[in-house]
């Protein structure tokens, strides 16, 4: 443990969070002025960069494809607004971004919140499945959404980054219920752990063993028979960094451009859609 502290990798990532965190604080109040995004129905291409234009060229389903970014405890959307600002220059025309209500006190009340806004944004498309991508608790919320609630039927690829899957001993240190449903060995996420057959979304989960929030940081990993995906772990990436490290925008850029017009997978080695595969 000593020396993964001590790493150069590990006090650079230090620095990164330190810095994001301090401009993370002065653009909060922008995430409640914030409009919670929209969809792109021009798909001219003669002015976009190369790279916008051969998403659309290439993968117009994809493009299209709403995506849907749920953050965490204590936040709002301005946590994601690089992530924002490099899936749109990667091609995405369709990037919404909720602020669910901090004061809940079940992680289950949220999970509704959170299908009825994808149900306002298939509305609003025309699409039928969206992508989500959800930020720390954001991901239990909508993990609780795709297998206790129907969401499969909705979510074609849900991406998890710093979510505590299984839990965190950090949720001890406040006694909000919110938070004792994070605690490992909780009824909530016992619930989540129950069996999920024939679970129609894709999983991707992003974890880091420099996590601050996620103790022990392995519990960031999605472990579950039923549900298919891959784990991808980060070295040296605290818990507020994660949603703008290149590494992860572009990742994220990637696993969701991998998809035709029923729902497929395109490229040889992407994560499959098949229920019962472990990462």
């Not at 129905?41 to 995506?67: C, F, K, N, S, V």
């Not at 509704?112 to 608790?137: F, K, M, N, P, Q």
């Not at 991901?139 to 039927?153: F, M, P, Q, S, W």
Request: hydrophobic share 40%; charged share 20%; with cysteine.
């Amino acid at each position: 443990m000593a020396s993964l502290v001590t790493t150069p990798q590990v006090i650079l990532g230090s620095a990164i969070e330190a810095a994001w965190v301090a401009t993370h604080l002065l653009t909060y109040p922008l995430g409640h002025l914030g409009g919670r995004g929209s969809h792109r129905t021009d798909y001219r291409i003669e002015h976009l960069p190369p790279i916008q234009r051969g998403l659309l060229l290439h993968h117009l389903e994809a493009a299209g494809t709403p995506i849907l970014l749920v953050h965490g405890l204590i936040d709002n959307r301005s946590i994601f607004t690089l992530l924002r600002r490099g899936l749109s220059r990667r091609g995405f025309g369709s990037i919404f971004a909720m602020n669910w209500s901090t004061l809940t006190t079940d992680l289950r009340r949220a999970a509704l919140d959170l299908g009825a806004e994808v149900e306002a944004i298939v509305a609003e498309t025309g699409y039928e499945r969206i992508h989500i991508v959800g930020h720390s608790l954001g991901g239990l919320i909508a993990r609780y959404y795709v297998t206790r609630l129907g969401g499969d039927e909705r979510v074609h690829t849900l991406v998890t980054v710093g979510t505590p899957h299984g839990g965190t001993y950090a949720a001890y240190a406040v006694p909000l219920r919110v938070i004792t449903q994070m605690r490992p060995g909780s009824a909530f996420l016992e619930e989540l752990d129950a069996p999920v057959p024939g679970c129609r979304t894709r999983f991707i989960t992003y974890w880091s063993d420099a996590d601050q929030v996620v103790l022990p940081q392995r519990n960031g990993a999605l472990r579950h028979p039923d549900l298919a995906g891959r784990n991808i772990k980060l070295h040296g990436v605290g818990h507020i960094s994660m949603p703008i490290v290149g590494t992860v925008v572009q990742g994220i850029s990637e696993a969701l451009a991998q998809m035709d017009h029923e729902g497929h997978t395109t490229r040889e080695g992407a994560t499959p859609i098949s229920p019962g595969r472990r990462a």
